[in-house]
């Protein structure tokens, strides 16, 4: 097992972090939607360079992807052209999560989300839906009914005061809503983020508590199924590139959820990495969850480190950077590869690792780092040899 001490350190910050509504909402930079009619969205992508991350995958079935600040989308033109040019997928970063879509209850706001699928769309990008069911980002409304302790092995226990039978309608409520919304246009679904603690416990959560136990989990995914059946539909989460109880407990769920039949796609491993870790057996995680005929995908990668990075450091990370690709190139059912965002000014490092940062492709004036270049060398040296198809009705 290599779950070592600090990883587990770091890994408990990250979940203490996600498990604090107030610190995660305080780190959020972009959750006012916008309401206004938009005009037909540009279409930046023909200008891609051949060089591009998205035209150098071209022939392999592996799509390159990063998640989205809306605030930036719509801000700052050298973003949005970046953005465009380089990936094929992308990922609302906050615009699809509960807090934002249902910011008043019984009350859409879908004027963000809609948005970022036009422009992806637009851009001949497909779009990854995140996420339907987590602990985190809850609305105000729903977040007010929550009491936090913990239990004797450290990890969190929520609680709300709403009665099971009003969690689990409201639930089932909000996941078929979103996915019937924006049914048709979602190649991935994140459905349910997050469930399981570092020592493979399942995480107790409002969810898990109104069910009496991971029911949720099967039933969020039928929910999801039902309401797009071309949707491929992943289980979604942190620290699972690395051996240990997590990704054995995260392994444990898929198979039980296929013994059962319920209809999960894929897993997605986020892969947040930190230099002052060793790098995972990422590969060897990706394989096993594979080997049970689920597809896999990097979810959410960004490789931070403590600053100011010096010269060794900056190597690390570009070593780092090349073995995250190498791994989904290695393994056929990974079918995604998405970063999570490109311009280290954007990212969500510095407010919530504390003097840590650098954790992304291209610098704080959007120039590409070593890291990027080193993922284009991947790219063009691994090409061309894949094909498994990308799964669902997505051709
Ligand atoms: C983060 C966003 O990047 C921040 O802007 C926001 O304040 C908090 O959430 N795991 C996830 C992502 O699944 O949704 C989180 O995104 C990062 C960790």
């Known amino acids: 097992m290599r779950l070592n001490r600090s990883l587990l350190v770091g890994a408990l910050s990250v979940t203490a972090v996600l498990a604090t509504p107030a610190a995660a909402l305080a780190a959020a930079p972009q959750s006012t939607p916008q309401a206004a009619p938009q005009a037909a969205p540009p279409s930046l992508y023909q200008s891609s360079p051949a060089d591009s991350l998205r035209r150098l995958d071209h022939r392999s079935d592996l799509r390159i992807g990063t998640a989205v600040n809306t605030d930036a989308l719509a801000a700052d033109p050298a973003y949005a052209r970046i953005a465009a040019q380089q990936f094929d997928a992308v990922t609302p970063e906050n615009v699809m999560?509960?807090?934002?879509?249902?910011?008043?209850?019984?009350?859409?706001?879908?004027?963000?989300?809609?948005?970022?699928?036009?422009?992806?769309?637009?851009?001949?990008?497909?779009?990854?839906?995140?996420?339907?069911?987590?602990?985190?980002?809850?609305?105000?409304?729903?977040?007010?009914?929550?009491?936090?302790?913990?239990?004797?092995?450290?990890?969190?226990?929520?609680?709300?005061?709403?009665?099971?039978?009003?969690?689990?309608?409201?639930?089932?409520?909000?996941?078929?809503?979103?996915?019937?919304?924006?049914?048709?246009?979602?190649?991935?679904w994140d459905v349910v983020n997050e469930a399981l603690n570092e020592d493979g416990t399942p995480r107790q959560d409002i969810w898990y508590q109104a069910w009496g136990g991971t029911g949720y989990i099967a039933d969020a995914f039928r929910w999801a199924h039902e309401a797009d059946p071309k949707a491929n539909l992943f289980y979604n989460d942190y620290n699972i590139e690395y051996t240990g109880p997590k990704s054995n407990a995260a392994l444990a769920l898929a198979q039980q959820l296929k013994a059962q039949h319920v209809p999960i796609d894929g897993v997605g491993f986020q892969t947040h990495l930190d230099t002052q870790y060793g790098f995972p057996d990422l590969q060897a995680n990706l394989q096993r969850f594979a080997d049970l005929k689920l597809f896999v995908a990097e979810t959410e990668i960004d490789v931070r480190s403590t600053l100011p990075v010096t010269a060794d450091v900056q190597a690390k990370q570009t070593s780092y950077w090349t073995q995250t690709l190498q791994a989904c190139l290695a393994v056929r059912r990974c079918i995604s590869y998405t970063v999570w965002g490109f311009g280290d000014a954007y990212s969500w490092v510095p407010g919530v690792f504390a003097g840590e940062g650098a954790a992304n492709l291209y610098d704080e004036e959007l120039a590409p780092k070593p890291q990027y270049t080193a993922l284009q060398d991947v790219l063009r040296t691994t090409r061309a040899q894949r094909r498994v198809g990308s799964g669902g009705g997505w051709a």
């Open 97 to 188: 999560k509960w807090e934002v879509v249902e910011p008043t209850r019984g009350t859409y706001d879908w004027a963000a989300a809609d948005r970022l699928v036009d422009v992806a769309h637009a851009n001949k990008q497909r779009v990854r839906g995140h996420t339907l069911v987590w602990h985190s980002q809850l609305p105000a409304w729903l977040q007010a009914t929550i009491t936090s302790t913990t239990d004797a092995a450290g990890n969190q226990v929520d609680t709300s005061s709403l009665p099971a039978s009003e969690l689990k309608a409201l639930l089932k409520k909000h996941v078929q809503d979103e996915v019937g919304h924006f049914k048709g246009r979602i190649w991935q």
